[in-house]
């Protein structure tokens, strides 16, 4: 297993109290597995990809662990983390598209970045230009502005740079979220293809978009309202989803793989419940057309099959 989270807990401290971004979540990552992490907004996806390689300040650490390889992930203590970040652990942001400084060239900004990780810049341009020529990218970009680069260019860019160090394991938070469809699909394919070259060894993609992730995902993994309801593999996930919350997000989307489809779209009544002072019990309940009066306590995870686990009272009935 190439990552291990157990009980992990992340809040968010702020004038009216913690919020409790992630309150318990675990979960296992295989090697070489490409996971899928999807829910509505606000539901925990984009703070348990940055709690894995603690970078946000304003979180706060509560509980949990993460292992990595064998070894457990300082991911309490960000100085300690600071030496692991893009070694081992390596993100794409969202919005990395602006994450690029504006007044440096792309060389200069990437000397910077190997050098606070104590890499040469001189050994590693080799590796960096085979590299910008798999994804379609020229040596001439290194003497460019980010701002002269498109959208699809600097996605790729950064894409590059988060793993030019060969991470174990990537988080890719909404990397296609602000390109054309064309483009999307170009990312997304770079991302099973840095799999396989052996750039990265596992990867988390965070999305809200179902069918793009279906296409490249072993697994998916549905977050509602700061834990995990549903995990598995991701033709299961899709076609035979078990938990309330998964099968209407799905039923919430245009058919996922197909072309066309003439299913009418179903939306999801209600909102997440606020995470400063979370409900009890089942979390979807008020928004469950399944919802009874067990669901005032909280579901157990349950195995449905291999690889397959989802916490829903109806689940266990």
Not at 231 to 250: F, S, V
Request: proline share 6%; net charge neutral.
């Amino acid at each position: 297993m190439a990552l291990e989270v157990e009980d992990l807990r992340v809040h968010y401290r702020t004038l009216r109290g913690d919020v409790r971004a992630l309150d318990g979540v675990s979960f296992g990552l295989a090697d070489g597995e490409i996971m899928g992490l999807a829910g509505e907004s606000g539901c925990g996806k984009t703070t348990l990809g940055k709690s894995l390689i603690r970078l946000d300040g304003r979180m706060r650490h509560v509980g949990g662990r993460a292992v990595l390889d064998g070894g457990e992930l300082p991911i309490a203590d960000d100085k300690a983390m600071n030496r692991r970040r893009y070694r081992d652990v390596s993100i794409i942001p969202q919005y990395s598209m602006s994450a690029m400084n504006p007044t440096r060239k792309i060389g200069k900004l990437t000397a910077d970045l190997l050098r606070a990780k104590g890499e040469s810049f001189r050994e590693l341009r080799p590796e960096l230009v085979r590299r910008l020529e798999l994804v379609g990218l020229s040596e001439q970009v290194l003497d460019n502005y980010p701002i002269e680069l498109s959208g699809g260019m600097k996605q790729r860019m950064v894409m590059v740079l988060s793993t030019l160090l060969d991470p174990s394991l990537l988080i890719a938070d909404e990397v296609t979220s602000a390109l054309d469809v064309s483009n999307q699909k170009a990312v997304a394919e770079t991302l099973v293809r840095f799999r396989e070259l052996g750039f990265v060894k596992s990867m988390v993609v965070v999305t809200h978009d179902l069918s793009l992730v279906y296409q490249i995902a072993d697994s998916i993994m549905i977050m509602y309202a700061g834990r995990i309801v549903e995990k598995g593999p991701a033709d299961t996930i899709i076609n035979a989803p078990r938990h309330p919350y998964t099968r209407a997000l799905i039923e919430a989307l245009p058919e996922v793989g197909l072309e066309y489809g003439d299913r009418r779209l179903k939306s999801i009544p209600g909102k997440p419940p606020q995470l400063l002072n979370p409900p009890t019990g089942c979390r979807f309940r008020d928004r469950c057309e399944l919802a009874h009066d067990r669901c005032i306590e909280d579901p157990p995870a349950v195995d449905l099959a291999p690889d397959h686990t989802a916490s829903c009272w109806k689940v266990v009935d």
